[in-house]
């Protein structure tokens, strides 16, 4: 086998091959003849059909299956003499020969994984969040539980902001009625923009059997592009007009929250634990965003073609699986891949620049790290040990827990060695956080 290197590119090869036809034709012979020993044809006993039928029949196709594996077989002895970690699938293709060709020649085309140089991270700042939790976060996320938890009576009096209201309305545009412009029973709290403001501030003051017409302009960066910048003209019609009621604070609010004796303290406590764990889960979210950020930031890499466009199928195929999960029809709604390019390139770039760290500095994940992490994650269950058996019975789930533990340690290197400042937040902004 003969192979010749060319460099395309960056990130870019060639390599050209040769097989010599006489293995290949020897290699077709012996196929043949073990698939002879064991053929059935009419009019033939088993294993005694002539060579030259067996030939007629099926040399095509093993001379075909024998082809491709040779060719495999030269790319991938080549990609190892040569020393090549190949990014994607290479793009084989034939080279034109004489007919008293000795050889086949072919071609494959294919990226090679960039050489990942870790930027200098010391002079990187880190802002870190910090928070404190008292009794005013308890008494905000308290406020938060009770509206969540909110009835509505019917009341006869004019709408008033935190009033619930069902209506029917009709909009057009130019004297014509637009997608989206008309609904029946339609439900909203005024006050929470879940309108556009004109829309509430005609409806508020409106009793039920209240009616009004009014104008509108809908903003320029409207998530409805065919009426985005457009004035309509609209029919409202108040069919019920509801009053909010928080629940009390007391045992039976408590009660629903999970406290079974209803004790307001123990509800409190609870409340602030609960608060503390999330306070958690964001800040560790916050931290990794931002450790993350700093490693794009100081390092630079030529990106393969082949891997972007592979994890940007994956994000495609796992957007049609949610959307198909919650019941939508795929054909209906199209996906673009460009759409995830952007996302597509970050996550190749994250994964080349992480691979190169934990080898760089032994950052992979020890195996008592992930017992600790599984288990921690059983806790929330019933009966942790067998959640525990399960995961570690699960190689796919058991490499996910691995994947987080793994890129757990890479953020702690990171903090490290980076400039890192605590810098205080506000608990209302923290929390509304995405």
Same mark, same amino acid.
């Given at each position: 086998? #003969? @192979?010749?290197?060319?460099?395309?590119?960056?990130?870019?090869?060639?390599?050209?091959?040769a097989v010599a036809?006489?293995?290949i034709e020897k290699?077709?012979?012996?196929?043949?003849?073990?698939?002879?020993?064991?053929?059935?044809?009419?009019?033939?006993?088993?294993?005694?059909?002539?060579?030259?039928?067996?030939?007629?029949?099926?040399?095509? #196709?093993?001379?075909?299956?024998v082809i491709g594996?040779?060719?495999?077989?030269?790319?991938?002895?080549?990609? &190892?003499?040569?020393?090549?970690?190949?990014?994607?699938?290479?793009?084989?293709?034939?080279?034109?020969?004489?007919?008293?060709?000795?050889?086949?020649?072919?071609?494959?085309?294919?990226?090679?994984?960039?050489?990942?140089?870790?930027?200098?991270?010391?002079?990187?700042?880190?802002?870190?969040?910090?928070?404190?939790?008292?009794?005013?976060?308890?008494?905000?996320?308290? @406020?938060?539980?009770?509206?969540?938890?909110?009835?509505?009576?019917?009341?006869?009096?004019?709408?008033?902001?935190?009033?619930?209201?069902?209506?029917?309305?009709?909009?057009?545009?130019?004297?014509?009625?637009?997608?989206?412009?008309?609904?029946?029973?339609?439900?909203?709290?005024?006050?929470?923009?879940?309108?556009?403001?004109?829309?509430?501030?005609?409806?508020?003051?409106?009793?039920?059997?209240?009616?009004?017409?009014?104008?509108?302009?809908?903003?320029?960066?409207?998530?409805?592009?065919?009426? @985005?910048?457009?004035?309509?003209?609209?029919?409202?019609?108040?069919?019920?007009?509801?009053?909010?009621?928080?629940?009390?604070?007391?045992?039976?609010?408590?009660?629903?929250?999970?406290?079974?004796?209803?004790?307001?303290?123990?509800?409190?406590?609870?409340?602030?634990?609960?608060?503390?764990?999330?306070?958690?889960?964001?800040?560790?979210?916050?931290?990794?965003?931002?450790?993350?950020?700093?490693?794009?930031?100081?390092?630079?890499?030529?990106?393969?073609?082949?891997? /972007?466009?592979?994890?940007?199928?994956?994000?495609? #195929?796992?957007?049609?699986?949610?959307?198909?999960? &919650?019941?939508?029809? /795929?054909?209906?709604?199209?996906?673009?891949?460009?759409?995830?390019?952007?996302?597509?390139?970050?996550?190749?770039?994250?994964?080349?620049? /992480?691979?190169?760290?934990?080898?760089?500095?032994?950052?992979?994940?020890?195996?008592?790290?992930?017992?600790?992490?599984?288990?921690?994650?059983?806790?929330?269950?019933?009966?942790?040990?067998?959640?525990?058996?399960? /995961?570690?019975?699960?190689?796919?789930?058991?490499?996910?827990?691995?994947?987080?533990?793994?890129?757990?340690?890479?953020?702690?290197?990171?903090?490290?060695?980076?400039?890192?400042?605590?810098?205080?937040?506000?608990?209302?902004?923290?929390?509304?956080?995405?």
């Open positions: 086998m #003969q @192979a010749s290197l060319e460099n395309l590119g960056t990130l870019e090869r060639r390599l050209n091959m036809l006489d293995d290699q077709v012979d012996e196929r043949l003849k073990k698939l002879s020993r064991k053929l059935r044809m009419a009019g033939f006993r088993p294993g005694k059909v002539p060579m030259k039928l067996v030939a007629q029949q099926y040399g095509p #196709q093993v001379r075909s299956e594996d040779a060719v495999q077989k030269a790319f991938s002895d080549a990609v &190892r003499e040569q020393n090549l970690k190949v990014a994607g699938h290479p793009r084989i293709e034939p080279k034109s020969g004489g007919a008293d060709a000795k050889s086949i020649e072919f071609s494959a085309t294919f990226e090679i994984y960039p050489e990942v140089v870790l930027g200098d991270i010391r002079e990187r700042r880190i802002e870190r969040p910090a928070l404190t939790l008292g009794d005013a976060e308890v008494d905000k996320t308290l @406020a938060i539980l009770r509206k969540q938890r909110q009835h509505f009576h019917r009341v006869e009096r004019p709408a008033a902001a935190g009033d619930r209201v069902t209506a029917d309305f009709l909009g057009k545009i130019d004297g014509v009625e637009f997608a989206g412009g008309k609904a029946s029973d339609f439900v909203f709290v005024l006050g929470e923009k879940q309108v556009l403001p004109e829309f509430e501030a005609n409806a508020l003051g409106l009793a039920a059997g209240g009616s009004k017409t009014f104008d509108l302009t809908f903003p320029a960066d409207y998530h409805g592009k065919n009426v @985005a910048g457009k004035s309509a003209g609209f029919e409202l019609k108040v069919k019920l007009v509801e009053e909010g009621h928080l629940p009390d604070l007391d045992a039976e609010f408590a009660r629903s929250l999970g406290v079974e004796d209803g004790d307001l303290a123990t509800m409190r406590a609870e409340v602030k634990a609960n608060i503390e764990r999330e306070v958690k889960k964001r800040a560790q979210a916050d931290i990794k965003n931002k450790v993350m950020q700093v490693l794009l930031d100081a390092t630079k890499i030529d990106l393969p073609k082949a891997l /972007i466009e592979m994890e940007t199928q994956r994000l495609v #195929q796992a957007t049609r699986a949610d959307l198909e999960a &919650r019941g939508m029809k /795929i054909e209906q709604m199209p996906i673009n891949p460009e759409m995830f390019e952007q996302q597509a390139q970050r996550r190749v770039s994250l994964g080349l620049i /992480i691979a190169e760290m934990v080898k760089a500095h032994g950052l992979a994940a020890k195996p008592e790290q992930v017992r600790a992490m599984v288990q921690e994650q059983a806790e929330s269950y019933e009966r942790p040990d067998e959640v525990v058996k399960w /995961i570690y019975s699960q190689p796919q789930r058991l490499s996910e827990i691995e994947s987080v533990v793994l890129e757990d340690n890479v953020v702690a290197w990171v903090l490290d060695h980076a400039k890192v400042e605590d810098k205080a937040v506000k608990f209302d902004e923290f929390m509304g956080k995405a």
